[in-house]
């Protein structure tokens, strides 16, 4: 029998690929959004792109009774991926209680509904921001790298996120965790019709990106070229969003057959690699023909230097690795923008 994930988040960025993904691996999929971030149409692209309907409940999961009435519902959950949060670092420090109160509560509702509910395990989105700046000799950065005090409310919920799930799993409940560390996720599916929409002024670099290469931005400001890097440029580990999704497959696929050796399990999702902001820059424009309108601009406050992952544990014990290339990410980043234009949205 087909099994039934309940995906929170499941219309946002990273949600609605895995739930391509989890589709085409053969799971029913529950989705459930607030559309706080979100469009219900995302569930009509995704449609288009597998040709199977996920159901889809508008729901907030800090409303522990809607809530239940999804699990009453669809008694054939049997795992569920968290993604469901609120996730501006700027938006965290004005203000923080929102992404307490959102992030925390959320959370605890889902643990405290599993066991009555008789679902078996959550896999989590956490972040590589949970280990701060690394030190150099913890570069590329293992799941053992100490944590390091968060930078914003948004990357303290993470970490506080992180040992809610430890403490509740370790108090004797019968359920199972997966914390997935995510490096930097860029790019869309490459049919263009579900990708990365962000609200407002993008803070990320890539919508940033491909929106002043369409002409809605006038100049991409690169934060910094003074950091102790080569070319003086950040460096970040950016992972293509579908080889993301997968990693959230073979997690799940982990907890259902009880694969797991921990009752809580951590890795990093990454490509192992690290690049440079002008390096991207200097991919997207050889991969995609344009040429970018950028600047060197000063430092932005909070940022880190340098971090990349050892993914070599998702490797071995997961059986999954990125397998897409930088420039397919970035080509198909392009790819969204252009039909974002095309279809009148932006
Ligand atoms: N950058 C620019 N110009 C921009 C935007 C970004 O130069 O207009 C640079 C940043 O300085 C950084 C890099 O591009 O060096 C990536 O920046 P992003 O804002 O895209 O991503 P961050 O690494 O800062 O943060 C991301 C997520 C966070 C998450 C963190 C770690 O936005 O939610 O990764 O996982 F916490």
């Known amino acids: 029998m087909k099994k039934t ?28 959004d607030n559309l706080s971030n979100s469009k219900a149409d995302v569930v009509d692209g995704i449609e288009k792109i597998t040709g199977i309907r996920p159901a889809f409940e508008q729901v907030d999961c800090c409303d522990l009774e809607a809530l239940e009435g999804v699990f009453n519902k669809y008694p ?18 004005q203000k923080p209680l929102k992404y307490y109160e959102n992030n925390l509560l959320s959370l605890i509702n889902l643990l405290k509904l599993m066991p009555k509910h008789d679902v078996k395990g959550i896999i989590f989105s ?23 005090k968060a930078e914003s409310p948004y990357g303290n919920t993470k970490q506080i996120n992180e040992e809610i799930i430890q403490d509740f799993v370790h108090s004797g409940a019968n359920i199972s965790a997966i914390i997935l560390r995510y490096f930097n996720p860029i790019g869309s599916h490459p049919s263009g019709i579900i990708g990365e929409m962000p609200n407002g002024v993008p803070a990320n670099l890539i919508p940033y990106l491909t929106q002043t290469a369409i002409g809605i931005r006038p100049c991409l400001k690169v934060f910094g070229d003074d950091y102790d890097t080569p ?78 992952g050892n993914v070599d544990k998702a490797n071995k014990v997961l059986g999954w690795k990125a397998v897409h290339t930088l420039e397919e990410a970035l080509s198909s980043a392009w790819n969204w923008q252009q039909k974002l234009r095309e279809r009148g949205v932006m």
């Open 5 to 32: 994930i309940l995906v929170t988040g499941g219309t946002g960025f990273i949600g609605s690929h895995t739930t391509v993904e989890l589709q085409n691996a053969g799971y029913n999929v529950v989705i459930i």
């Open 76 to 93: 054939e959950i049997t795992g569920i991926i968290h993604f469901a949060a609120s996730k501006a670092v700027g938006e965290s420090v």
């Open 126 to 148: 956490s972040s590589c921001t949970v280990y701060g700046q690394p030190d150099p000799e913890n570069l590329p950065v293992t799941e053992q790298a100490p944590i390091k």
């Open 231 to 308: 070319d003086g440029s950040c460096i970040r580990d950016y992972i293509y969003v579908l080889d993301l999704a997968k990693a959230h497959v073979a997690a799940m696929a982990r907890i259902v057959e009880g694969k797991n050796t921990d009752p809580v399990e951590i890795y990093n999702v990454g490509t192992g690699n690290g690049v440079s902001v002008l390096e991207l820059i200097h991919t997207f424009e050889k991969c995609t023909g344009v040429k970018l309108n950028y600047e060197i601009a000063p430092r932005r406050e909070g940022d880190i230097e340098k971090v990349w």
